[in-house]
């Protein structure tokens, strides 16, 4: 009657040893490191840099605990182990002098951190410490507003231009277009001109309002999106200064940062592990933006370098292809860019495919028209910074896609398409809310958090074994295996844990226990009845699965709204307190069963179970 398959007893033990792998990482200790990424967005950090890294602490007579490379997306970044924090202090000073000749315009950065003693085996099956969110681990946040008039600015910039160009184009004569914070006043002299201006930028800027005003020979025409248009172009904005931040940061190497959106026109950041201020600031305004130019072709090929810079150039010493004086006036800016990706010419040779916006295929239509042969280049800028990418010659007239020849390497075409992609802010942004949590104060939140849990889990089993004896510390063993799962699960996740991811841990407890007591009580009532204590049993767990169920889906469906709508802590809480539901329903009902079968499955005369006492009411 009480008796498990073999099978089943096989999933409790693959349960309890995947439980005890992913688990275990946890108990390992961190060692102070340092984390060597890219400074700039056109320098890799590759595997040769962990060989320089070794060299550089080996003069210095510095010994490490390990030397790790890891690649990070596009990014590389390599990571240096040490025994103690006076070591860690000291490689740091060494490393940024050896890696960064130039110390005003470094190539690489040097950044603190802590690296895992898990061993190698562990690692080799994803078996990773818990990730500790900003309030446990410590970090930097930062709640940031987009300035979305900018956005709206932008846009009616690009349509402004536009127009321009089709009314020129069209040869439709206006008095002067100007453009304020809303919108664009054309001016006319007569109302057959206004009236064909007027269908065809109706027939182009499917999201412009118009409007017709004045009299006489003063005619006005008006132009101002259309509002979902404008809230559109809003919402785009701001998602676009989240996926380049999320590039740039990425890029980085900052480990695990949280970029979301909050509100309409409001982005978080967090960039755990970070505690200087000032850094993050950087590495949050490290949004590089591209331009195409020209090259001054009033200078000689091969003299960039040596002639007069003329009024209206630049000249350009860092890059590919370099000195060469380009013109300050750019083509177009990277904002015109629609696409980026690596691919091949007709010689098979690494190329970069780029598709441009409307807008950017007529600037780059009218820029080259009759300059094949000569040369133009596209440069990034970080900083204020310029630096050259490539300087490729025009080979024919180019519209809204063509291709840069040349690159050399696969490698160099899908660097070069990566930082095309990336673009630039859509919006300027301000920080309105910055927030540092050391390290010391998330050791003690860390700390905090475990005692509660701890003290929470004796208390508990002290109370079952005392009132349900024997059925007591089969459900402490129940709990214990829910415990075991719960914190497997988040290492094998790699989900930010916070202090309410915490909370949610130990509400997983009392509802896992919760259940073993609906058991217990469900037992004791078939016993009351006169049942035979191995008939009691199957009773007991059979129908008290039904309320079980009941319960658990109904706070599982809350959890899963909490995970839909909220956001930040909130989402955290509700990440723990979905998977703690489905946990304790399997180690409170399954592993339980298990257990009780294991015991008492086998004894066909039994008379007698150890649940505590079992009152029955008087006749």
Known sequence: ???????????????????????????????????????????????????????????????????????????????????????????????????????TDPAYSVTFNSMSNTPAWLQSIHALPMFLGLDLRGGVHFLMQVDTNGVLTKRLQGMQASIRTSLRDKDIRHSGIERNAEQITIKFTDAATRTKAKDLIADQQRDADLLETGTGNDLLLTISLKPAALQQ??????????????????????????????????????????????????????TATLEVRMRDESILEGTDGTAAVPYGSELFKVGKNVPVILLKDPVLTG????????????????????????DGGRKMREATRGKIGKRMAIVLFEKGKGEVLTVPTIQAELGSSFQITGMGSTEAASDLALLLRAGALAAPMTII?????????????????????????????????????????????????????LVALLSLMQAALTLPGMAAIALALGMAIDSNVLINERIREELRAGNSPQAAIAAGFDRAWATILDSNVTTFIVGLALLVFGSGAIRGFAVVHCLGILTSMFSSVFVSRGVVNLWYGRKRKLTTIAIGQIWKPAN
């Open 1 to 103: 009657m009480n008796r498990y398959p073999a099978w089943k007893y096989v999933l409790i033990v693959i349960a309890l040893a995947f439980g005890t792998l992913y688990t275990l990482p946890n108990f390992y200790n961190s060692s102070p490191a340092l984390q060597i990424n890219s400074a700039k967005s056109t320098v890799k950090v590759d595997s040769g840099m962990q060989t320089r890294v070794e060299e550089a602490l080996k003069s210095a007579n510095l010994s490490e605990t390990g030397i790790f490379y890891a690649q990070n997306g596009a990014q590389g970044s390599v990571k240096a182990r040490f025994a103690d924090p006076d070591t860690q202090f000291k490689a740091k000073e060494v490393l940024e002098k050896n890696l960064n000749p130039d110390q």
């Open 233 to 286: 172009a809003k919402a785009d904005g701001v998602k676009q200064n989240i996926s380049t931040l999320s590039k740039r940061i990425n890029e980085l190497g900052v480990s695990e940062p949280i970029i979301q959106q909050q509100g309409a026109d409001r982005i978080v950041v967090q960039l755990p592990g970070v505690v200087d201020v000032a850094r993050a600031k950087d590495i949050i305004g490290r």
């Open 335 to 358: 904002e015109y860019i629609s696409g980026a990706s690596a691919s091949f010419d007709q010689h098979q040779q690494p190329a970069v495919s780029i598709d441009l916006n409307g």
């Open 433 to 485: 809310e910055e927030r540092v949590i050391g390290p010391q104060l998330g050791a003690e939140n860390v700390k905090q958090g475990l005692n509660s849990t701890m003290y929470g889990f004796i208390a508990i089993s002290v109370f079952m074994i005392l009132y349900y004896m024997l059925f007591g510390g089969f459900s402490v063993m129940a709990l214990s295996f829910n415990l075991l799962l």
